[in-house]
């Protein structure tokens, strides 16, 4: 057999695998996206000190995680490698690895936190400090405070904005106000007036809007980031607590805790377009990163109700730990996996050549046991 004939049988031989080849490309493409796909739903029990952890692909409870006391808000960073607890009780932060989904540190922070936010490069970890009206800033490299902010009083919930030039913070006080917390050197630079007893912060996508639910005056305050000035104020009713934004920014989601329901808005006009029953007492409420389904943590209800936001009902019902109270971004997607290497074309070159080679000494031997039988 010539050379000719030996690449030609190599020619065959890579043409069998190919089918194989295209098999793990597609398989590993499917892992892929399975795993970006994949988002855990961590929600604080704040009566059982611990956390629950609802798997969103398959609605269904994974597990629990012993954390602080009284445990109140989730923060979950962009990468979905950590999730910050804050505990209103002990007056901590548990940070959770969620690959392990375990406690892999513990920060102590102000006195009596009760809200949580991550910056959005992940870096700052903020925390509402309730009972001394201040905000802890948290390195996330060193698991250490690196500054305490005297806010207003009665902090009760913060928002960082997505282009992670402010914080913004509900004082749950009477007449109610925001205050605006500069990033860069965590400054004060605004209070802006809102409704009574502010509860629950959200900000627009596009960072140009502020939303606060006033659980006394049972409104929303729309509030121009630009200005730090109330631009519109819209009527929600009885008891509006928590309040998350679909990821566009078109949809206001509103817990309402006194009614048992969620109130769906739209965010151009303020105005009603959905009531839907939840549990008892619904406090928190987040989005999935995908805009497909909102989690509402109903705390007297000890449960979880679903909402599909195609169609504003509850399509699922999960049960997790006394007094769930997930306010915060408390939806984290899988890690990011590390990047495997690519190889260059001359190691890719390297590789073919091998194989070649390989493949010629493979026909060799194949052609020389015939010539022997």
């Known amino acids: ?98 690959a392990t989904n375990t406690v892999v540190d513990t920060i102590a922070v102000g006195a009596g936190a009760n809200g949580i936010a991550a910056s959005p490069d992940g870096n700052r970890i903020y925390t509402a400090n309730t009972a001394d009206g201040t905000v802890s800033v948290i390195d996330r490299a060193t698991s250490s405070v690196i500054a305490t902010v005297a806010v207003g009083a009665n902090p009760l919930d913060l928002a960082v904005s997505r282009n992670g030039a402010r914080v913004y913070v509900a004082n749950n006080t009477s007449p109610g106000n925001v205050t605006v917390i500069d990033t860069a050197t965590n400054n004060v630079v605004a209070n802006v007036a809102a409704g009574g007893y502010p509860t629950g912060v959200a900000v627009s996508p596009d960072s140009a809007r502020v939303y606060v639910t006033n659980i006394t005056s049972n409104d929303v305050s729309v509030i121009d980031a630009a200005t730090n000035t109330v631009a519109s104020t819209f009527a929600v009713g009885g008891g509006p607590y928590g309040i998350a934004l679909s990821p566009s920014g078109a949809r206001i989601y509103v817990a309402r805790y006194n009614v048992n329901t969620v109130s769906v808005f739209n965010a151009a006009t303020g105005a009603l377009v959905a009531t839907i029953g939840v549990g008892a007492n619904p406090t928190g409420i987040g989005v999935s990163r995908d805009g497909a389904y909102a989690y509402v943590s109903n705390y007297s209800a000890n449960s979880v109700s679903i909402i599909d936001t195609a169609t504003n009902t509850v399509v699922d019902t999960v049960t997790v730990g006394l007094n769930p109270n997930a306010f915060g971004d408390f939806i984290a997607p899988m890690p990011v996996p590390v990047p495997v290497p690519v190889p260059t074309l001359s190691e890719w070159a390297m590789i073919l050549m091998g194989l070649m080679l390989a493949g010629g000494a493979a026909v060799v031997v194949v052609q020389r046991r015939r010539m022997e039988g």
């Open 1 to 98: 057999m010539d050379r000719f004939q030996s690449l030609k049988a190599v020619k065959i031989m890579c043409f069998k695998v190919r089918p194989w080849t295209a098999a793990i490309v597609a398989l590993a493409t499917f892992v892929l996206a399975q795993a970006a796909a994949a988002q855990n739903a961590y929600i604080p029990n704040r009566g059982a000190d611990t956390v629950s952890v609802i798997d969103t692909r398959t609605n269904s409870l994974i597990g629990a995680v012993t954390v602080g006391l009284s445990p109140s808000a989730a923060a979950a960073t962009p990468d979905g490698a950590r999730v910050y607890i804050v505990n209103e009780s002990s007056n901590t932060v548990s940070v959770i690895n969620t």
